[in-house]
């Protein structure tokens, strides 16, 4: 999963604590990610999905760890996957990891992920790698 700079920057500033914080995935339509420019909700929420099983903003991920993998040298972020219940949105094109303050321009971004999966009215869910959602080296 590519990560945002600002989340690079802001993970060196200890400005993100994922054991503790909001960690959201959230559903973009006919979105250009920029790990640049894009720093927080308030640069994406503009390409958010709306309609039947979609909350705005997003699903909070659950039983989030992050730990220390001394055997391959890294930080693990871990939780489980997210469903949307019922999604009917049309194909999303991509799916945001943020840390959600509530607030869009405080919520900053931390990675995403390019999906092409339609969605058709039953159970969509974004399933993460078995080795983590983000991985630190």
Do not use: C, Q
Not at 29 to 58: C, F, K, L, M
Not at 67 to 82: A, E, I, L, P
């Amino acid at each position: 999963m590519p990560l945002y700079n600002e989340f690079k920057m802001g993970a060196m500033l200890a400005r993100h604590n994922n054991s503790t914080d909001t960690v959201k995935v959230g559903l973009l339509t006919g979105h250009t990610p920029n790990i640049d420019t894009h720093t927080t909700w308030a640069d994406v929420v503009a390409n958010e999905v709306s309609g039947t099983g979609y909350t705005a903003r997003g699903i909070a991920i659950a039983n989030k760890t992050v730990t220390k993998d001394t055997t391959n040298d890294r930080g693990v972020f871990d939780g489980d996957n997210v469903t949307w219940t019922g999604l009917s949105v049309g194909t999303p094109s991509h799916a945001i990891l943020y840390k959600d303050t509530g607030t869009n321009a405080t919520s900053y971004l931390i990675g995403y992920w390019a999906i092409s999966t339609a969605s058709n009215g039953g159970d969509y869910t974004l399933a993460f790698d078995a080795t983590g959602i983000v991985l630190l080296t």
